[in-house]
């Protein structure tokens, strides 16, 4: 009988079974074939530092883990800005399967194909559509950003997961167990990415306040709050996140225009290609009703949810791809209502072209560069500075965020559909998982390994979790801009950790970080002669080291800022070691 259980199931959800292995192929290959870069490797360290301490302690007797110049800890040493649930989801794999690349990104991956399944179910239980949830599943699992942030050891692959839970539990009134399913979603959401549990809350609030206004909805979104409030308001309050001002916070209300707009272009090239909606729908001749669809549970939280973030995400954070990935399941969800009711027989090409578009990626930023070139003249002078200011910012917005300088001065080109697909981010993602490259890092390692004593300390500009993920006795000198001097240190720290003087080594790094802990290659060399002091110089074979990835431009475009600087052309790493003068 069970036999004929599991072929009826099979035979029923063949497709979802068969994209879900393939994501999983996808996703497995070649899951460590490339070192963890800077944010990744500082969530696997101190989920390794649960297995030793007990909890993610900063301070390891040698080396501080401080990803905000000092601030982000409490005075014992524990981890006190970011959620702390990926970290203590990461420290099992860490201690069953070693301190390895694999071990450290396991868990999301897991993480993203269990969100798959949440998906899959989800629109089946509140659409009774197979095929909305099918084509839901297929944008969803092909999507670049899926395939990109699942395969990291950070928070990201979470997100979609728990956004697609709280919503699930609000929309499942005739089950007690929905309130806890949806307490979960927004309690795991608050102990990974605060910003996203904010934005999903509201759309929630906002979604029960305006379309589901049954009784029923306002009950099950009470208790759901009270359940939250129990597990992340200790947290809250012991850690006073009320008194917390971001470094990516908004600086000045003329920014919350910039990263509104940067928002959009990152919405419509990697999320949802709204300005190639319109299109679909003026070729079919059909006007969209919202009355009809505003019934539709999925449909209406999709757009309250994109809405919100959308507008309110910027008072918070850069423009980022990352800073939106919470939206996944739901833009999904609407590229999947947009085939099903307006592509028609044309179906199979549209979804590729839905899939793969890139054409309109960049008329959001030619758009408004347009403007500001047109209008400044109508103006006054003030505000003519101002759009010469904007029109800069657009110049320089950065690819994985916006479009770079060249294509802004190349315009929008018909061709650029085709080069996106053949010189693209799912060629790199390809080379990726089938070939393996040599890292500077492991070069760097060795080297420092075997010249460099115990006691002497190293300096890196930026990048410093990467290297101590892989070499944990490293000592790092840091020049703080702020030590900890307001909190009540209860383990004493050692006095040249904050020390410059006390740089034995220095790597200089390709980028250097705008805000913490600086100190350049000229700087450096200047401070030593100016000390009455001299160096060794060491070059090393591999090209220099990135600040958050260690890639070739061919393989990890999407994470080099720089990404017209070729791979070859680099020079050497450069190794300094402080010496005495000789007189």
Known sequence: MSLLKTHAFATKHFLFILLFVLSAIFLFKGLDHTLLWQDEAHNAILSSHINQYGFPKVWDGKNLITGMNGLDFDEDFMLSWDGLFPYYFTAPFISILGKTTFAARLPFVLIALLSLWVVYNAIL???????????????????????????????????????????????????????????????????????????????????????????????????????????????????????????????????????????????????????????????????????????????????????????????????????????????????????????????????????????????PVYTCVQICKYSKPYFSKAFQKDLSSLYSDLSIFDDEEGPPRRLIEQKVQPLGLVQRIIKGEYKSYWNETTQTYPDPLLELIAFLKEHRKKEEKIFLSVGQYPLLYYYPEAELAYSLSEAPESKKIREKLDVDQWNSDAIVWYIPRYFTQVQGPTLKEDQFLLKTIADGKDFLYYELKTPEIYWEGNWPEHVRLYRIKHASISWESLRSSRIYKVVPRND
């Open 125 to 363: 239980q509140i659409s009774l559509r197979r095929d909305y949830a099918l084509f839901t599943l297929f944008f969803m699992a092909t999507a670049f950003i899926f395939l990109l942030h699942s395969r990291q050891s950070r928070y990201y692959s979470i997100l979609p997961l728990c956004s697609s839970l709280s919503f699930l539990g609000l929309q499942q009134t005739k089950s007690k167990g929905g309130i806890l399913l949806g307490a979960a979603g927004l309690i795991l959401l608050y102990h990974s990415n605060m910003v996203s549990f904010l934005m999903v809350y509201l759309g929630l609030a906002l979604f029960v306040l305006f379309i589901g206004k049954e009784k029923e909805k306002f009950k099950r979104l009470f208790w759901i709050s009270f359940w939250c409030f129990i597990f992340t308001f200790p947290h809250f309050f012991y850690f006073q996140m009320w008194k917390r001002k971001d470094a990516m916070g908004l600086q000045e209300f003329d920014d919350f225009t910039f990263r509104l707009f940067g928002n959009i272009i990152i919405l419509n090239k990697y999320y949802l290609p709204c300005l190639l909606l319109p299109l679909v729908f003026f070729l079919k001749r059909k006007i969209l009703k919202f009355k009809n669809e505003i019934h539709n549970p999925l449909f209406s939280y999709s757009l309250i949810l994109i809405v919100v973030s959308l507008i309110l995400t910027p008072f918070f954070l850069r423009s980022n791809i990352r800073y939106l990935y919470h939206l996944l399941p739901f833009s999904s969800y609407l590229l999947a209502w947009a085939c099903l009711n307006f592509v028609g027989k044309k179906r199979a090409l549209m979804t590729l072209i839905l899939l793969f578009t890139h054409l309109l990626d960049y008329s």
